[in-house]
């Protein structure tokens, strides 16, 4: 059986094994920080963004619209929201080894380390430290903080550093047919983040939609970001996705919806049957140039506590930047106090892809079935039906004996409704595991009693419990789980 630190190990080979994770283009041995949904992954992908599209734009009390922006934007954009200018990560490099390391992470990492060997105080001052001092910018101190706690290159194991420094993390390209002017007018972005894409239509959709404060507009879609230290999987890519929603409010309201968000989004978190004790917030000391106030939800990752959501209260930051580079009004009448104003803005925004690793550090599980007559043992993903890429594997015992055309009969009966397999090959037990292993809740079978009184066996994944239904009752008994 995996334990914690090899289960992330397992989880990444069984992601692979299974069509939900691929190297990106992995004929040509990848490309780092990028990855392909396979068959699976894509579906249950997918569901999970349906799932946070539906409970943002369908199931709020709220009023939250969706739209679908554009990747490009107009550059302007990018100086507005302080991307151009502020969009850096502190970065340091080993002279010896060659390597480039986000500074944050290399003094994270060692006082990880100092926990596991004992060293709790002396690792909570150190992250205080560099909380403070990354919240001065001060560079210089911080350098000196990493020589004296002797932080080593993992790769040189030698404490031989440059000084720190800032990176801009947008991919840049150019429109049209210019040449690589870096400088050149044609110079667009790759947008690092979506929220972008909202607050330039603000008053589109608030016009267009008749919108009344407070409202949110919601939207899913590609974000990239130049990250320097890229690892952990599909944790941190340098193209990925984000569900992210913006929130428009009175402003001096802020500090209100910034803890219904809180509240709301870690609910929805729990509403698929997650632990609440994997779950935690953490307060941010240092702010972003937008946020009055700002928190991550984070969850217990096979390789610790890690952010997957921020909520994240942005104040009037943003519309003011694009109403004075724009040199377009951003404002909206209130009529209940009759005042003309630019909204506050509180955000939510999670990463898709985090989610995904999310669900399925939480569902998979190794088991060991082994009695005393025989060893055996299963790995199952025990994933809400919901979220499950099929929902019902149609499963006749053998190819004979007409069982296969009953079988392919419930399949046409089902497969408008929800996600359905057909199996035939291999022995029964064999297509249970695979079934266990891609997170299919309910698997029929189909046999010789089933010609005599239209039932089948119904196995439930999570129980391994099997018992009789009659046909007709099949849609109801999937349907209720996954509605
Ligand atoms: P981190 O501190 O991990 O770099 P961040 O604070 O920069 O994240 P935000 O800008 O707040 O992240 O983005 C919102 C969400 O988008 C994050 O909570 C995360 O789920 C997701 N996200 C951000 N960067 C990445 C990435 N490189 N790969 C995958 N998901 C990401």
């Known amino acids: 059986?995996?334990?914690?630190?090899?289960?992330?190990?397992?989880?990444?080979?069984?992601?692979?094994?299974?069509?939900?994770?691929?190297?990106?283009?992995?004929?040509?041995?990848?490309?780092?920080?990028?990855?392909?949904?396979?068959?699976?992954?894509?579906?249950?992908?997918?569901?999970?963004?349906?799932?946070?599209?539906?409970?943002?734009?369908?199931?709020?009390?709220?009023?939250?619209?969706?739209?679908?922006?554009?990747?490009?934007?107009?550059?302007?954009?990018?100086?507005a929201s302080g991307?151009?200018?502020?969009?850096?990560?502190?970065?340091?490099d080993n002279r010896d080894s060659k390597k480039r390391y986000r500074v944050d992470h290399l003094i994270e990492a060692h006082a990880?380390?100092?926990?596991?060997?004992?060293?709790?105080?002396?690792?909570?001052?150190?992250?205080q430290e560099m909380e403070v001092l990354l919240g001065q910018d001060n560079f210089v101190a911080l350098k000196e903080l990493i020589i004296k706690h002797n932080i080593k290159c993992a790769?040189?194991?030698?404490?031989?550093w440059t000084d720190i420094r800032q990176f801009n993390l947008m991919f840049a390209t150019e429109f049209g047919n210019a040449s690589a002017d870096a400088e050149s007018d044609n110079k667009v972005y790759l947008r690092p983040e979506t929220a972008q894409g909202i607050f330039v239509n603000f008053l589109n959709v608030q016009k267009t939609g008749r919108m009344k404060i407070p409202f949110g507009i919601a939207q899913v879609g590609k974000a990239f970001r130049n990250e320097i230290v890229a690892r952990q999987f599909i944790f941190r890519m340098r193209e990925f996705e984000q569900m992210e929603m913006q929130f428009f409010i009175r402003p001096g309201s802020q500090m209100e919806w910034y803890e219904y968000w809180k509240t709301e989004r870690l609910?929805?978190?729990?509403?698929?049957?997650?632990?609440?004790?994997?779950?935690?917030?953490?307060?941010?000391?240092?702010?972003?140039?937008?946020?009055?106030a700002a928190c991550d939800i984070e969850y217990e990752f096979p390789f610790g506590f890690k952010e997957v959501e921020g909520i994240h209260s942005r104040t009037d930051f943003d519309l003011k930047q694009h109403q004075e580079y724009s040199r377009k009004k951003q404002q909206y009448f209130d009529t209940e106090i009759n005042q003309n104003y630019i909204p506050y803005v509180l955000?939510?925004?999670?990463?898709?892809?985090r989610m995904f690793l999310l669900v399925l550090s939480n569902s998979y599980e190794e088991q060991d079935l082994s009695t005393e007559e025989k060893k055996d043992s299963r790995v199952v993903l025990k994933l809400v039906p919901k979220l499950a890429p099929i929902k019902l594997a149609i499963l006749p015992l053998t190819k004979k004996d007409g069982l296969p055309e009953i079988a392919q009969q419930i399949l046409k009966d089902n497969r408008g409704a929800f996600k359905c397999?057909?199996?035939?090959?291999?022995?029964?037990?064999?297509?249970?595991?695979?079934?266990?292993?891609?997170?299919?809740?309910?698997?029929?079978?189909?046999?010789?009693?089933?010609?005599?009184?239209?039932?089948?066996?119904?196995?439930?994944?999570d129980s391994m419990e099997q018992e009789r239904i009659p046909i007709d009752k099949i849609r109801e008994i999937v349907l209720k789980e996954i509605e």
């Open 1 to 79: 059986m995996a334990t914690d630190s090899n289960k992330f190990q397992a989880i990444i080979s069984h992601c692979k094994e299974y069509g939900f994770i691929f190297p990106s283009s992995e004929i040509y041995d990848g490309l780092q920080a990028v990855y392909d949904y396979g068959q699976m992954g894509s579906e249950l992908k997918k569901n999970i963004k349906d799932y946070w599209w539906k409970s943002m734009t369908q199931l709020q009390e709220n009023n939250i619209v969706g739209i679908d922006a554009a990747i490009f934007m107009h550059p302007t954009t990018w100086k």
């Open 83 to 92: 991307h151009v200018d502020n969009f850096n990560d502190p970065m340091i």
């Open 112 to 127: 990880e380390q100092m926990e596991k060997d004992g060293r709790i105080d002396e690792a909570r001052g150190l992250l």
């Open 155 to 160: 790769v040189s194991g030698t404490i031989n």
């Open 267 to 292: 609910k929805w978190h729990l509403s698929l049957g997650i632990d609440p004790a994997k779950y935690r917030y953490h307060d941010h000391v240092k702010l972003a140039h937008y946020a009055d």
């Open 347 to 353: 955000e939510t925004s999670i990463g898709l892809d």
């Open 421 to 461: 397999f057909y199996e035939e090959k291999d022995t029964i037990g064999k297509r249970y595991r695979r079934m266990d292993a891609i997170g299919t809740p309910y698997c029929i079978t189909i046999d010789h009693q089933t010609k005599e009184d239209n039932t089948v066996t119904i196995r439930y994944r």
